[in-house]
């Protein structure tokens, strides 16, 4: 995949020679520029062309996988030698400086998590660095090409695999004392989050975080759930996969019950069924992140249910936004929130509305969606039913 850096051309035109990150490939502008996957930090210069600077324990790789014009080892401008002048750190920056000077670079634009030992190390070698708050790279990559879209559609049709291997549990569970059983023993959140992370390495992806969170446990949204499962009280399955071949990532969730809800946890799923639909028929090019997420607070509030937009403080009913962008990064740019921005065709977002209080519980449901020009604004990724009462 080659990436379109027009935008990235356009911000150097501004009076910078160049754009330089230093990070391993966990950082997905470092991957998305480079091209190049590697567990240990390296340098990658965007400055006609993109040039990287690897270890020799990489070179060979980068050579090969790497989409940059040119690759360079610290060995080239002397790193053991400098290191007895320098040290190890002071070594590599003073190589990273000669690095620049080679491609004439005098002045380069760095990413806010740049390393602050390098930025001071290159400013006393005379070269400027400008941190850039803007996330220029994190912008860009925000609309994704056809080919990363159907990286994310391949991602989520294993996401939607692993969700049903989910839902079979809970429907095959049997009850005893109020706690779900599975094969003579209580059905934990572990257990399912297990089965999850195992069924999903059998389809060649990975995560290091599942949320199956019952009862109080899903009144927090990020809390990952522990022990027994429980009849009827709402289940919380939050998956977000991540393909080992592409790195791009999936993410859906839906809320289960077995046995019966209760009456205002049942008015809660109906109601953020309703909002996610009010979110999704907001979702066009043009249409910002701000107003995606009003549609959805709306739903809520005139049921005369608090929502940040209504009470900031709130520590109960829509308490996070409606959602988020997705792709190498499984929270990146856009945000359908109050300081959501305007949409573009090609952005791919997450729509999940929620509502949480430890007295009910949590609900939360799920798509995954494409910003696309033409009739409805959107494109849906996901194809899983939503079912609240299982079993």
């Known amino acids: 995949m080659e990436p379109d850096l027009s935008e990235l051309d356009a911000f150097l035109d501004d009076g910078v020679d160049g754009y330089l990150i230093e990070a391993d490939s966990t950082d997905a502008d470092q991957l998305y520029l480079s091209g190049f996957d590697a567990p240990d930090s390296f340098v990658t210069l965007y400055a006609d062309g993109t040039h990287l600077l690897v270890s020799g324990l ?15 080892r610290y060995a080239d401008y002397g790193h053991r030698e400098k290191v007895a002048e320098y040290g190890s750190t002071g070594a590599k920056i003073r190589v990273i400086g000669e690095f620049l000077a ?9 990413p806010a998590r740049f390393p602050v030992a390098s930025a001071d190390g ?46 079979e549990l ?42 199956v969170a019952c009862g109080a446990d899903a009144a927090d949204p990020h809390d990952r759930g522990s022990g027994p499962l429980r009849v009827d009280e ?35 799923y109906d109601l953020t069924a309703e909002a996610k639909e009010a979110a999704l028929e907001a979702i066009e090019p043009g249409a910002t992140g ?35 962008g997705i792709g190498l990064d499984v929270h ?33 449901i799920e798509d995954l969606v494409v910003v696309r020009e033409g009739d409805g604004g959107y494109e849906n990724l996901t194809d899983y039913p939503e079912e609240f009462v299982i079993g």
């Not at 990489?58 to 360079?72: I, L």
């Not at 991540?242 to 999936?250: C, F, G, L, N, V």
């Not at 289960?256 to 809800?261: H, I, L, R, S």
């Open 290 to 324: 701000e107003e995606v997420h009003a549609a959805a607070c709306e739903v809520y509030e005139e049921a005369g249910l608090p929502t940040l937009r209504s009470d900031e403080s709130t520590e109960t009913g829509f308490i996070h936004s409606t959602g988020h």
């Open 170 to 211: 809970l429907e095959e569970a049997s009850v005893e004392e109020g706690v779900l059983h599975h094969e003579g023993e209580p059905l934990t959140s572990e257990r399912v989050r297990t089965e999850i992370e195992i069924a999903l390495l059998r389809l060649e992806h990975s995560l290091d975080e599942t949320i």
């Open 332 to 364: 990146e740019l856009p945000r359908l929130s109050e300081d959501g921005g305007e949409l573009e065709a090609g952005h791919v977002v997450t729509v999940e509305p929620g509502l949480y209080d430890p007295e009910v519980g949590g609900v939360r």
């Open 102 to 110: 080679d491609r004439d670079v005098e002045s380069a634009a760095v």
């Open 122 to 167: 290159l400013r006393e070698q005379g070269i400027e660095v400008c941190p850039e708050t803007d996330g220029v790279v994190t912008g860009i990559r925000a609309v994704k090409t056809e080919e990363e879209i159907d990286f994310v559609r391949e991602a989520q049709r294993a996401n939607e695999a692993v969700m049903h291997t989910a839902e």
């Open 234 to 268: 709402p289940i919380v399955v939050d998956v977000f996969p991540r393909s080992k071949e592409t790195k791009y990532h999936a993410d859906m969730t839906r809320t289960f019950v077995v046995g019966e809800p209760s009456e205002r946890a049942r008015e809660w």
């Open 58 to 72: 990489e070179y060979g790789r980068a050579r090969t996988e790497s989409r940059a014009e040119t690759v360079s």
